[in-house]
Nanobody
Framework: QVQLVESGGGLVQPGGSARLSCAASGFAFSRSIMKWHRQAPGKERELVATISVTGSTIIYAESVKGRFTISRDNTQNTVYLQMNSLKPEDTAVYFC???????WGQGTQVTVSS
C-alpha cells in the first residue's frame, strides 16, 4: 500500500520555523524525484521545492528561496522541508509528492500568525 504521510505542521509565529516531514512507504522512494507543494485558501497549488533522487539537484520557488531547505534521507524513505523566517503568506496546506509515480500525501496545515 502506497503511503505518503506528512507531519510537522501547525501554528507558527511570524519569523519562526517549522520542519515538515513526509514518510513514504509502499514504493521505490529512492527512485523518485520528490517535491513539496502548497495550496493557500482560494489559490492554486504552488510548487515550493524539488529534490532529485540523490539530493544533488535542488530547486526552489523564488518565494521561498533562502528561507526553506528541502532534504531527503533515502535510508529512512523520508523527505523534509525546513522552513525558516516564516511569513503569514506561507500559510497553506503543504503536500509532498513522489513525482515519478504521481503519488501525493494528504497534506499538513501550516498557519503563520501571531
Amino acid at each position: 500500500q502506497v503511503q505518503l504521510v506528512e507531519s510537522g505542521g501547525g501554528l507558527v509565529q511570524p519569523g519562526g520555523s517549522a520542519r515538515l516531514s513526509c514518510a513514504a512507504s509502499g514504493f521505490a522512494f529512492s527512485r523518485s524525484i520528490m517535491k513539496w507543494h502548497r495550496q493557500a485558501p482560494g489559490k492554486e497549488r504552488e510548487l515550493v521545492a524539488t529534490i532529485s533522487v540523490t539530493g544533488s539537484t535542488i530547486i526552489y520557488a523564488e518565494s521561498v528561496k533562502g528561507r526553506f531547505t528541502i532534504s531527503r534521507d533515502n535510508t529512512q524513505n523520508t523527505v523534509y522541508l525546513q522552513m525558516n523566517s516564516l511569513k503569514p503568506e506561507d500559510t497553506a496546506v503543504y503536500f509532498c509528492n513522489a513525482y515519478n509515480f504521481n503519488y501525493w500525501g494528504q497534506g499538513t496545515q501550516v498557519t503563520v500568525s501571531s
